[in-house]
């Protein structure tokens, strides 16, 4: 019986090294807050999440050791070819540049004018062009949003 080799997707050890440098980071700055190697401080909670991100990506770097990648892969420049276009697809792109935009747009507009706007259009553009029901789905959307925020919770939003 051979042993079937286990692959890893294009970009995935060096996410894992880059999880492992976030964590030592996170745990740093974890570190940092007042009384954070104290029980009952301030930092002990960040600090235990740092520790337990910490210890999952050693886990994860650790088990992916003997993973390979695909054959089929020439070079770092081509994983990193592959990776970008099994990674950032045409819809995510257009998210993450709308949903950019919209964080923007809250210091300038108020938080229900950009985020119906930002609603409405990312149901467009995910529903393909239902326009009619979209719009209801946003109303009804940012209805919610300011009857809890507003008049239950009594939280003002920017």
Do not use: C
């Not at 276009?85 to 257009?94: G, Q, R």
């Not at 938080?111 to 553009?125: C, G, N």
């Amino acid at each position: 019986m051979s042993k079937k080799i286990e692959r890893v997707q294009a970009g995935e050890k060096v996410f894992d090294w880059l999880l492992l440098l976030f964590s030592i980071g996170l745990l740093f700055e974890a570190y940092r807050i007042d009384g954070g190697l104290l029980a009952n401080s301030a930092g002990s909670f960040p600090m235990g999440l740092a520790l337990v991100m910490l210890a999952a990506s050693a886990a994860i770097l650790a088990s992916h050791r003997y993973k390979r990648r695909d054959p089929r892969i020439r070079s770092a420049f081509h994983e990193f070819q592959v990776f970008l276009s099994e990674h950032f697809k045409i819809h995510i792109v257009v998210f993450t540049v709308v949903a950019v935009l919209y964080l923007a747009a809250i210091n300038w507009a108020s938080f229900y004018i950009s985020t119906a706007v930002f609603l409405a259009a990312m149901f467009i553009y995910f529903r393909q062009g239902k326009v009619v029901s979209s719009l209801i789905i946003t109303a009804a959307a940012i209805a919610v949003i300011y009857v809890l925020f507003t008049m239950v919770f009594r939280v003002y939003l920017p």
